[in-house]
Structure formats: structure tokens, C-alpha cells
């Protein structure tokens, strides 16, 4: 029982982790484990210890959100990040499909081309060839 160690010290009444210590009244008291923080009819933030004596519950909320916050802040910032990163790829790769597009164009237009050149050299040939044939040359 959490009660037996009220007016004694903190450390022995830590020493039950069920035990919740309140330094203004020196009571030590069973943990209110219904509940996440300890009612302040029952014990004042600033004043309830549990686990370790040295952190009030005041002070352990406010490291917890400070570190919450931080974390949440990291968590966003690696997102973005990221998200700037897909984007950057995306329109690099972007610029390059069209480039490809471009270069394969190019390639059908030359060969279009050439066979447009033989065909006119093909063309040229046999008009050539008719001009012999009946002699206007």
C-alpha cells in the first residue's frame, strides 16, 4: 500500500511503481491509473512525481510536447523534402521525355528524306531513260 510511505521521503515512495508521490503534502498515494494525469483535487501538477523524483508532471508535459513538436516538425520537413525531390525528378525527366521525342522525330524526318531523295534520283533515272528512248534529249 502507497500509503504507508506518506511523510517519509520521496525516493521510498517511488520505490512501488504504483506509488505516486505529491511533494506539497508529502502524501504518497496509489497512481489514478483511469486516468492519464492525476486530477489536481488529488495532487498539483507542479508538485506529483512518479518514476523519478527529480520531474514533476508539469515539467514532463512540457518535454513531451517540446519533443512531440520537434519530431512532428523533422517529420514535415523530411516530407517536403521528398516531395521537392519526386518533383525535381519528375521534371527532369520531364524535359528528357520530349527530348527523346525530338531526337525520334528528327530520325523519321531524315529518313523521309532520303527516301524522298531516291525516289526523285529513281524518278529523274527513268524520265532520263523515256528522254533516250524517243530521242529528246
Known amino acids: 500500500d502507497c500509503r504507508q510511505y506518506t511523510n517519509r521521503s520521496c525516493e521510498e ?3 512501488n511503481v504504483t506509488c505516486l508521490w505529491c511533494a506539497s503534502s ?3 498515494m496509489e497512481y489514478p491509473v483511469q486516468r492519464i494525469l492525476p486530477p489536481a483535487d488529488l495532487c498539483e501538477l507542479r508538485s506529483a512525481r512518479w518514476g523519478v523524483c527529480w520531474v514533476n508532471f508539469e515539467a514532463l508535459i512540457i518535454a513531451m510536447s517540446v519533443v512531440g513538436g520537434t519530431f512532428l516538425i523533422m517529420l514535415g520537413v523530411c516530407c517536403c523534402c521528398c516531395c521537392c525531390k519526386k518533383k525535381s525528378k519528375k521534371q527532369v525527366s520531364g524535359r528528357s521525355l ?7 522525330a528528327a530520325r523519321e524526318r531524315e529518313k523521309r528524306r532520303v527516301r524522298q531523295e531516291e525516289r526523285r534520283a529513281e524518278m529523274k533515272s527513268r524520265h532520263d531513260e523515256i528522254r533516250r528512248k524517243y530521242g529528246t534529249v
Open 98 to 104: 520530349p527530348d527523346k521525342d525530338d531526337e525520334r
Open 13 to 15: 515512495c517511488l520505490k
Open 26 to 28: 508529502r502524501r504518497c
